[in-house]
């Protein structure tokens, strides 16, 4: 039976990642069955996988298919996965690779033999069931590799520009920017003429960001990073932001920089700040302290929540099917993902492994290849 990677929180507070076998039924007339050789280990899985477990706690066991990562929960974070108690959860959000059978449809039968991507969780396996109107084919002669991050990262970068159309800014602020992410978001920008604010916190990924053609970008390291980064909103006119980190201050920053510079236009001195409105979406979760808000920009402002589901839903299935054969044209170009190694279904629980793309660091992403 085909393997599947699972994560289960125990009742004693542990998260135990194992491989499991499962079983595939036969495709209904309109499913098909993907034989999964590539899906990449995203910031956004490892909630799933780990929730709020501490890393540092990692330890690895067993061999083969029988090995497993553990994990502890901390005490105070275990009524949030009370939930998931006993529960085996299916993980990987997207990946590709080569359908292997189908369903009796014409839209099922049309995909046998080609390389599709696919959402929708449960992808670190080596055989995933999907519904065949939820599969994109690859262009000829990409492979599953480079076809693997063909949704969570593109679509979001595509789903920050619509946003900002779509809620009437023209320019857009973007933290931890040199995420894979980041980079796409930066090449896309480029490509559309959307004037990009990037944040990073270190120099050398200045120098990345700058190396792809990014002409703004601020390292909130330095000293002087809030008159930087006001000079930058300043020279965008960038009203909305998207803040990857969620933690501390840096989406307090942003509305400070942009209430400054929307107040400079205005004239000043309005009695409840600018009237321009300011907006920053929290869309990841990577600085995991409390978000720090200290309200000095006035009372045109928000800040909220932003996922990319609910962005698709916003937009409709035919706006969404634009964008994804957008991806779809330039997954080797604007949307091409970077890996620094590729593993097998075992190799992604080993601890060693763990180590590297928990950190969550720049170009530190993997891929998981089941059939290896
Ligand atoms: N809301 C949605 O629908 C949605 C969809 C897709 C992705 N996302 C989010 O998008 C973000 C980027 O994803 P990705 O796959 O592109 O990530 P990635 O390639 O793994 O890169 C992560 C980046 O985050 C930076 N980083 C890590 N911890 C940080 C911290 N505490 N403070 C500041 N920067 C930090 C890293 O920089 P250093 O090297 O300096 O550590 C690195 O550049 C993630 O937060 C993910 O959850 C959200």
Partial sequence: MPRQLHSTVTDDGTIVLSIEEVDIPEPREDQVVIRVEAAPINPSDLGPMFGPADLRTVQQSGDGTDRTITAEIPERFRSMVQARVGVPVPIGNEGAGTVVAAGSSDAAQALLGKTVATLGGAMYAEMRLAPADQCLVLPDGVSAAEGASCFVNPLTTLGM????????HTALVHTAAASNLGQMLVKLCLSDGVPLVNIVRRQEHVDLLRSLGA????????????????????????????????GGTLASDILSAMEVVQNRKEGGGGRYGSTRHKQVYIYGGLDRSKTELDRSYGMAWAVGGWLLPYFLDRVG????????????????????????????????????????????????KYLVDPTR
């Fill in 161 to 168: 520009v619509e946003t900002m159309r779509l809620e009437g």
């Fill in 215 to 246: 002409t703004h970008v601020c390292n909130s390291s330095d000293d002087d990073f809030r008159e930087r980064l006001t000079e930058a909103v300043a020279e965008t006119d960038a009203t909305i932001g998207f803040d990857a980190t969620g």
């Fill in 317 to 364: 299935p035919e706006r969404a099917q634009q964008l994804r054969e957008r991806v779809a044209a330039e997954i080797t170009t604007t949307f091409a993902s970077s890996y620094t190694a590729t593993v097998s279904l075992e190799e992604a629980l080993s601890a060693e492994a763990v180590s590297v793309y928990g950190r969550q660091a720049t170009g530190e």
